[in-house]
């Protein structure tokens, strides 16, 4: 996919995974500059990356504040985007996960809220991974409408929908690429 960046200044921060590695790799591509470093001024896109695998004992607090401190930075300069990666699990919570789904609950209910807060200037979503690559727990895959995980290309073409800049209309959202997971196609768990 095929946006216009060129020149902007991207910073990632959070987990570090092939999801997180091809969104860089799709902003770099689109001519951003990408860093992790957040003493580098304030950027214009910012990426935070939440496990995407189970993780019982994740608290997602600190990138929460981080958002809101960088949009805060945003704003005073006129615009930005930030994009959280979060699991699907925080949109539909598993059974055998329910730490792990209220943190990505809890995160998602963080977008929503600097989303109100943060408007009109900055523009914050999420993007909900399901099983994706080596991402999600490996029995989401058997209740996938589309039959196959995804590639972590999928995900990174939907940071780059959210942080295009003809993308003028959209904030607070959480775009689920997770295969159809989240619509409830076979589920028992």
Known sequence: MEIEISG???RVAGAENAILAAVVAALKA???TVS???GEGTPDILVLSHPLSP???YRPEALALEAETVARAMAAQGGGRIVHLVSAAGLVPMRRHPAWSAAMASAIASVRALAMVCGPAVRV???AVGRVGE?????MLSHVPL???GKPEDVANAVLFLVDPLNSYTTGQTLAVDGGWTTGYGRNF
Do not use: T
Not at 135 to 139: H, K, Q, S, T
């Open 125 to 127: 979503n999420a993007v």
């Open 8 to 10: 902007q200044s991207a």
């Open 135 to 139: 991402a999600g727990d490996e029995a």
């Open 55 to 57: 993780e019982a004992a």
């Open 36 to 38: 992790r470093s957040p």
């Open 30 to 32: 689109n001519g951003a």
């Open 147 to 149: 039959g196959q995980a």
